[in-house]
């Protein structure tokens, strides 16, 4: 391997100073069937078609602890019939159901979670795809069992009303969702003839399910019609050798049929002639701004290889000084900017300018609109250019070629969805590959982009709406378009409007360091930073991640100090934007945030230019520039989150109170808004001040780094920022949950009731910890099987395992229309009863305890997993970085006797310690079982707590 990594290096180098697109010569194309893959990636691919049809990609990765597999379906909700519409999402929850040779609904399922794993599907306009991920050693037995959804799947017609039921409860769960509201007011604008305008989600009524007999010949002979193995395509990543996997997979999708499905591209126009320009206003149910522009253009997938939608929309998106957003920015207009290729489908495409509004901005819509015209037009005059292009060829082929290894669940779904699209031989490349500059093509799509040509909608409140769709009660208004204001979009004040300068971020140091073949990172310094090491020797990339922490107990010890910190931080981010943009091409990145801790702060990506962005980083968060316009547009986009948060679907807003309910550090919602709205400016700067007169400084620098390296890198931070020699240590506190039930209302502005129950364990420490990440397992799919398949609660329905620090603690979450709080607080408190009741015996528990041993036991999946995982560690106190060891261990020693015992006790009736957090929806007057909790700062200052450093 060491060998291989030297070459490689070589021979990326001389691509990149001799022509900046990657060659052939060092890519594994040995055969026909190979997929081209950078020197990076050490897994085998292969290709193949089956006789039927089937195209297949199998990757075999010696060193996988998780295997996964994705099988895609080049068909979505465009082949729905109209009388049937959301028939093909009806369809994708229906094929989870049993199969022929599986008959047992809710056993796939069952077997992916026993064995590590996790699962879904979803459904898009021209794709349905189904994906899963498992312990390494447990591949073949699911993908048997997942294989015969495509092959011997029932439909059972005793689910039929059940799943249509799920499907309306889906509907219903996201009625008041932004997205789906405009996207329902846009399709209502479409040419009615094109497939896009049909109501994908489907419901009750477009599925028509008074009749449940119809409704499953049509499910019958949609499937019969459209899951056609010639329009399949299959990715498998397992640990096996190649031809071990093609011996496992080839036959269990041999008996997919081929039925000869033909897709040919969308004929009609998305637009009826003459419709357009149109300008649409959108009552939103949050309290938000916005103004898109959409342009409806040619298909722009025959060009794959190209990509004139990419290097138009990263001009017009860039964020850098005279570009679009820095002009509205400046002119006190905008928060943020998005361009770029919006939806495309066979035979168009739609590109959009998206720009989030602040409440001056709203007043300037038709100056905003003018600016973006002219921005286009200004690319078509001087922005196409072959440097401007071979930029960002290379950035793409960088990228590629120095690529991170995503988790194999999402691999997998990438790699099948991308193998309806590229040939399989430039599978992984051709996300990126941009070949050959053409600049009439350019021109072809910029010609498109005019006033004329434009699909305008405004979100805001308050906008004049004169129409309704009743299905997302969602009201909307047409704004007539004057001649003259056609005229006035092509003249607007371009005063600062530029194009993008040369990327001076641009990495062109690929070497690799050497590190001591150390599995952890070492303690190079402690004092004046605490400074930790650790020299990637797994991974092989030419990247790695600084994270700092700027212990103070000044940053977040209240809601007042909380807030300053979070506007201060906002302040350092807007700052930086547009210096930071081009440097986010160029393959970097920065974070900053508030934690109970103090401040942590990471920058990631190319190691060569971490240093010139970490050193600017810190010199603005130290002194950042006190402007009172930037400091009112951050502070009122604030202050909107906030308001918004009430307006989130109830399941979010029951799991995001619960952490301001347990932890101390973290302030009630109200709490953290009121003292957001206290906030002045002259205060914030005070607060900075304190904050970083005196800190205490951890440093960890994780990847391509020498030592030489993570000095230097320690010394910029030395010289920018001030230190104590003294070591802080700011604790956290956990709540410690009395017996009983503590009972949480939150106002949530929707129908559906949400519930969610927290159990925290009467112990504390690892044994706790595992053995409730045991009991999630066990009882986590079979309680979404009972709860929403079987009694149809609704939607949203799990349970899954919640630690905090050394705090067991296990969620059952339920969002329904069609039960009151305290009935779904019923259910859930009968599950467990029940599963309690049923038990579980000890062969069974020897089962989950080995395959939850494999999933602590994985390793990262790629270099910033282990780097992120080495930071938590050293955050919480592991200086051996072997957290997950101790946790494999404790779990190794536990006995099913003493599991038992802690199940029985935590989950029992009489010695539960619960929270319930609940939203009452349709059903105001319905109160769960327990004891009203209060505030969240009253309840937390009444309880005792747990305390970590």
């Not at 010639?230 to 031809?243: A, H, K």
């Not at 440097?583 to 990506?605: E, K, P, T």
């Not at 339920?814 to 305290?822: M, N, T």
Request: overall charge negative.
């Amino acid at each position: 391997m060491r060998y291989l990594k030297s070459v490689g290096l070589i021979v990326i180098f001389f691509q990149l100073a001799a022509c900046s697109w990657l060659g052939s010569d060092w890519l594994d194309s040995r055969d026909t069937s190979a997929v081209l893959k950078p020197v990076s990636d050490q897994r085998e691919y292969r290709y193949t078609e089956l006789e039927n049809g089937l195209k297949v990609v199998l990757i075999s990765d010696s060193a996988a602890d998780k295997a996964a597999a994705s099988l895609d379906v080049n068909v979505g909700s465009r082949q729905d019939p109209k009388d049937y519409q959301g028939l093909a999402h009806f369809l994708e929850h229906m094929l989870f159901l049993g199969t022929e040779k599986y008959p047992e609904a809710g056993a796939y399922q069952a077997y992916i979670t026993a064995n590590g794993g996790s699962h879904n599907a979803f459904t898009s306009f021209e794709h349905t795809n189904y994906f899963f991920d498992i312990s390494a050693d447990s591949l073949e037995p699911a993908l048997d069992q997942f294989a015969q959804f495509f092959v011997g799947p029932l439909f059972n017609a005793e689910y039929v009303q059940r799943e249509v039921n799920a499907v309306n409860s889906e509907y219903r769960a996201r009625i008041r969702d932004d997205g789906r509201r405009e996207l329902a007011v846009f399709k209502a604008q479409l040419n009615q003839d094109h497939p896009f305008a049909k109501f994908s989600v489907g419901n009750l009524e477009t599925l028509r399910s008074d009749n449940e007999v119809a409704l499953r010949e049509q499910l019958l002979a949609f499937y019969g019609k459209n899951y056609s193995a010639n329009i399949m395509t299959l990715t498998v990543i397992g640990r096996e050798s190649l031809d071990q996997l093609e011996a496992m997979v080839l036959p269990k999708f041999a008996g997919v049929k081929n039925r000869g499905r033909d897709l040919a591209p969308i004929e009609q126009a998305l637009f009826t002639a003459g419709t357009l320009p149109r300008w649409i206003n959108i009552q939103p149910v949050q309290n938000r701004r916005s103004l898109s522009i959409n342009f409806p253009v040619p298909d722009a997938e025959r060009y794959w290889h190209v990509k004139p939608l990419n290097y138009i929309g990263n001009i017009l998106g860039h964020e850098g000084s005279g570009s679009l957003l820095s002009v509205l920015k400046a002119r006190g207009w905008a928060d943020s900017l998005r361009a770029g290729q919006s939806f495309d489908y066979q035979g168009g495409a739609l590109f959009g300018v998206d720009v989030a509004l602040t409440e001056s901005g709203l007043k300037h819509v038709d100056e905003i609109a003018g600016l973006i015209y002219e921005g286009i037009e200004l690319l078509r005059a001087k922005g196409i250019e072959e440097w401007r292009f071979n930029e960002q060829s290379g950035l793409a082929n960088q990228e590629f070629m120095f690529r991170a290894q995503p988790a194999a669940i999402n691999e997998v779904v990438q790699l099948s969805m991308g193998l309806q699209k590229f040939p399989a031989r430039e599978l992984l490349r051709g996300p990126y590959l941009m070949d050959e500059y053409r600049p009439g093509l350019l021109t072809e799509f910029l010609e498109v982009m005019t006033p004329e040509n434009s699909f305008i909608s405004l979100v805001a409140p308050g906008v004049e709406t004169e129409f309704e769709i009743s299905r997302y009660q969602v009201s909307y208004g047409v704004r007539d378009i004057t001649a003259d204001q056609l005229s006035g979009w092509t003249s607007a004040n371009t005063a600062g409007l530029g194009l993008p300068i040369k990327n001076n971020f641009v990495a062109s140091d690929f070497s690799l360091k050497k590190g001591d073949s150390s599995a952890i990172p070492k303690l190079l310094t402690d004092t004046p930073v605490e400074l930790w090491l650790n020299t990637d020797d797994t991974f092989e990339l030419p990247k790695g991640r600084v994270y700092l922490l700027l212990e103070s107990e000044e940053v977040a010890a209240d809601a007042e100090r909380r807030a300053k910190s979070d506007l201060w931080l906002q302040m350092v981010k807007d700052q930086l934007n547009e210096l930071s943009y081009p440097a986010q091409l160029a393959g970097l990145d920065f974070n900053v945030s508030v934690g109970w801790r103090g401040v942590q702060v990471s920058v990631g990506g190319f190691n060569q230019k971490q240093g010139e962005l970490l050193r600017e980083l810190l010199l603005v968060l130290k002194s950042p520039e006190w402007q009172q316009a930037r400091f009112s547009r951050l502070k009122a986009q604030r202050l909107r989150q906030f308001e918004n948060a009430s307006r989130q679907s109830p399941y979010q807003q029951v799991i995001a109170e619960l952490p301001r309910m347990l932890s101390r550090e973290t302030p009630g919602l109200s709490a953290h808004e009121a003292a957001t709205q206290k906030a002045e400016m002259s205060a914030v700067a005070s607060h900075v001040a304190s904050v970083m007169k005196d800190l205490h400084i951890r440093m960890l620098v994780d990847g391509n780094f020498s030592e030489a390296d993570a000095r230097s890198l320690a010394g910029l931070v030395d010289a920018a920022l001030p230190m104590t020699l003294e070591t802080r240590s700011p604790a956290q506190f956990i709540t410690h949950l009395p017996v009983g039930t503590s009972v949480r209302k939150i106002p949530a502005e929707h129908d559906d009731s949400a519930v969610l129950m927290y159990l925290q364990s009467a112990a504390s420490g690892l044994q706790a910890r595992v053995a409730m990440g045991l009991t999630a397992q066990m009882l986590s799919a079979d309680f979404y099987h009972q709860l929403r398949t079987t009694k149809q609660l609704g939607y949203v329905v799990s349970a899954s395992v919640y630690p905090q620090r050394d705090v067991a603690g296990l969620i059952f979450l339920v969002q329904s229309p069609v039960l009151d709080p305290a009935s779904v607080q019923g259910e859930i408190t009968a599950y467990i009863q029940q599963w309690l009741k049923a038990g579980v015996d000890e062969a069974s528990f020897e089962k989950h305890k080995a395959s939850l041993s494999l999933r602590l036991a994985e390793q990262p999946e790629n270099l910033w997993d282990a780097a992120g995982r080495h930071w938590q560690d050293l955050l919480d106190n592991y200086p051996e970085f072997n957290s997950r060891d101790q946790l494999v261990e404790a779990l190794g020693d536990l006995q099913y006797a003493d599991w038992l015992a802690l199940t029985q006790s935590d989950l029992g009736e009489t010695g539960q310690r619960a929270l319930l957090v609940y939203n009452s929806g349709k059903w105001p007057q319905a109160v769960p079982m327990g004891k009203a909790s209060g505030e969240p700062g009253q309840f937390k200052a009444a309880l005792p707590a747990y305390r970590f450093e």
